[in-house]
């Protein structure tokens, strides 16, 4: 079970790092786009570290996760990935109680904390719009 999550983990940070750099091209406010940026760099380090993670647990690495779509929306973007962000928080927080191996907890608790942040960031954006 802990590993297919971290399977589906995976997957969401792949997924969001290519939304979000998408975004950047749905906005010329310098604002909303340096917390794009930063966002950018975690959900990159934090696919990276579950990758790392999966690959400790199972010997291998999450093979070809799906890009997803292109948003047209910069509003409905945003909105969707603040959705995202704290489904993701949740999760991560179901996981981080029940780790399987002790360098597991860094991660999840790093990501969990993370994917907060990123929330209060695309909500001040979204009510910024």
């Not at 959900?43 to 996760?65: A, D, I, R």
């Not at 962000?85 to 999760?91: C, D, G, R, S, W």
Request: aromatic letters at 14%; zero cysteines.
């Amino acid at each position: 079970m802990f590993t297919e999550q971290l399977k589906q983990a995976i997957e969401g940070e792949y997924r969001d790092y290519y939304v979000y750099k998408h975004m950047l091209t749905l906005t010329d406010d310098a604002f909303f786009k340096s917390f794009i940026k930063h966002i950018i760099e975690d959900e990159k380090s934090h696919y990276e570290m579950f990758q790392q993670l999966y690959y400790m647990l199972t010997g291998e690495f999450v093979q070809n996760p799906a890009k997803p779509k292109h948003p047209t929306s910069f509003k409905k973007a945003v909105k969707d990935a603040l959705v995202d962000e704290l489904e993701a928080v949740e999760l991560y927080k179901e996981m981080l109680l029940t780790i399987p191996i002790p360098q597991a907890h860094d991660p999840f608790f790093i990501a969990m904390n993370d994917e907060m942040e990123h929330a209060i960031r695309l909500s001040t954006i979204y009510n910024s719009i």
